[in-house]
C-alpha cells in the first residue's frame, strides 16, 4: 500500500486490486485476463477502470507492454530488463531470467548507440509439446 502511493495516482479500491492482482504476477495477463479474474472477487468492477488503470500505470512506467497479437496487448508488472519465450500455440509469455549475450555486430547497429534491446523468442511450450497442440494445428491446417 505505502509502496502503491508513489504511483501518483488515486487509489480507490478496484485500482488497488488491479494492483494487487500484477504484484508479482509473472502470467504477462491482458486486460480481459485482469478483468475476468476480478470480476470473481469483485463484481461490480468495470473493464473501463481495469484498462484505464493499466494505461496509467503504463505511462507512468510501472508496466510494460507487450504486443503480441494486434489487438490484444499484454502486460508487465517486472520492469527489469528480461527477455520473452512466447509460445506461438497458446500465446503463454515465459520471462527468460538468465541473462545471456545479445551484443549486435557493430556493422548491424547503423550507427546507432544501442542503449537496451528486448528479445522474444517464438516456440511451442512444453503444455502444449505434452499435448501435442502444435501437431494437431499443423494437420488441422493440411487437412
Ligand atoms: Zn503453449
Ligand atoms: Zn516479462
Not at 504476477?25 to 485476463?33: F, I, M, R, V
Not at 557493430?106 to 499435448?131: L, Q, W, Y
Amino acid at each position: 500500500m505505502e509502496k502503491y502511493k508513489k504511483i501518483g495516482i488515486k487509489l480507490t479500491p478496484q485500482r488497488l486490486a488491479v494492483l494487487g492482482y500484477l504484484e508479482g504476477n509473472t502470467d504477462h495477463p491482458s486486460a480481459e485476463d485482469i478483468y475476468h479474474e476480478l470480476l470473481k472477487k469483485y463484481p461490480s468492477m468495470s473493464f473501463a477502470t481495469v484498462y484505464t488503470t493499466l494505461s496509467t500505470l503504463r505511462q507512468k512506467g510501472w508496466l510494460s507492454e507487450i504486443t503480441i497479437d494486434q489487438g490484444k496487448k499484454r502486460f508487465d508488472p517486472n520492469m527489469s530488463d528480461h527477455n520473452h519465450l512466447i509460445c506461438t500455440t497458446c500465446k503463454k509469455v515465459v520471462d527468460i531470467k538468465i541473462p545471456f549475450n545479445l551484443a549486435l555486430p557493430e556493422v548491424a547497429a547503423s550507427d546507432f548507440m544501442i542503449t537496451g534491446s528486448h528479445i522474444e523468442f517464438f516456440g511451442i511450450c512444453p503444455d502444449c509439446r505434452k499435448n501435442n497442440r502444435y501437431y494437431q494445428e499443423e494437420t488441422e491446417q493440411c487437412a
